[in-house]
């Protein structure tokens, strides 16, 4: 990780695997209710960014037991239920081969960047911008808004954005440009984008949750979150070397964070 501005682009390109993979991936915690788990225990559970019996697979018990009102025993027999209701993951490499056929990629707006990158930003993963300052990497956060509400290849047919900045960088009359290079209705377009305003390393860890939530409300309608910039409030939080070891363990929790829900609901 550098120590200049970076940003992450997580594209949540939402893909149906099949009626057995989806139902596996949006199978709802409030199942555990009929597996004797009370509703209260539920309800913290989506209070985490928890609302799939697969984010309760993804989710360590350390982290499940720091959800305030679970003790070791509620996780344990959740993370039991869990188990028994989720498959184990283990597939051929050809199904595997077949799943990845599904996996498609959005444009950055330029066909040369698009060309080194394979045809654009791939779905179901992270993606780091890094370099000096203005280099483009808040500009290309802003192209993705757009071009991700564009249809693509592969059956892609676009999607709503989740825009979460940290340094008070985004613009709207930005998008309203790019929004006229594609032709697109420019009110429509806005609409398309959740926007949110992070102050602490904090904030915006507990944005994820959020985030997680709002996904899981609507499956398959948002297809891209961009954190701009990851590491501006990190730099703030943890200053010197003696914090240094916190900050990247802070970090490696929040990437693992975004990774998860990036896999777990389908998009980048």
Avoid: W
């Amino acid at each position: 990780m550098t120590e200049e501005d970076d940003q992450v682009v997580c594209d949540n390109q939402y893909v149906a695997n099949g009626a057995d993979d989806e139902e596996s991936f949006f199978l709802d915690v409030d199942i555990l209710q009929n597996h004797g788990v009370n509703v209260a225990d539920i309800k913290k559970l989506k209070g985490a960014g928890i609302c799939t019996v697969k984010g309760v697979q993804m989710t360590t018990r350390k982290r499940l037991s720091a959800i305030k009102g679970l003790s070791e025993a509620k996780v344990e027999k959740i993370k039991e239920i869990a188990t028994k209701l989720v498959d184990p993951g283990f597939v051929t490499a050809l199904e595997y081969s077949e799943k990845r056929k599904m996996v498609f990629r959005i444009s950055t707006g330029s066909l040369e960047l698009d060309k080194l990158l394979g045809g654009g930003v791939e779905s179901m993963g992270i993606t780091e911008a890094f370099g000096e300052f203005r280099t483009g990497k808040t500009q290309l956060c802003h192209t993705l808004c757009v071009t991700t509400q564009l249809p693509g290849r592969n059956g892609y047919t676009g999607g709503k954005v989740v825009f979460i900045d940290t340094e008070n960088t985004f613009r709207p009359d930005r998008l309203r440009e790019i929004a006229d290079r594609f032709n697109l209705d420019q009110t429509a377009m806005l609409d398309n984008v959740l926007y949110a305003r992070c102050y602490t390393s904090e904030h915006q860890m507990e944005m994820l949750d959020y985030v997680a939530a709002k996904f899981h409300e609507e499956p398959g309608v948002f297809k891209l979150l961009i954190v701009d910039s990851i590491m501006a409030l990190f730099r703030v939080d943890f200053t010197g070397r003696g914090e240094l070891a916190d900050r990247q363990q802070k970090l490696g929790q929040m990437l693992s964070r975004l990774q998860k829900i990036s896999e777990g609901y389908k998009f980048i």
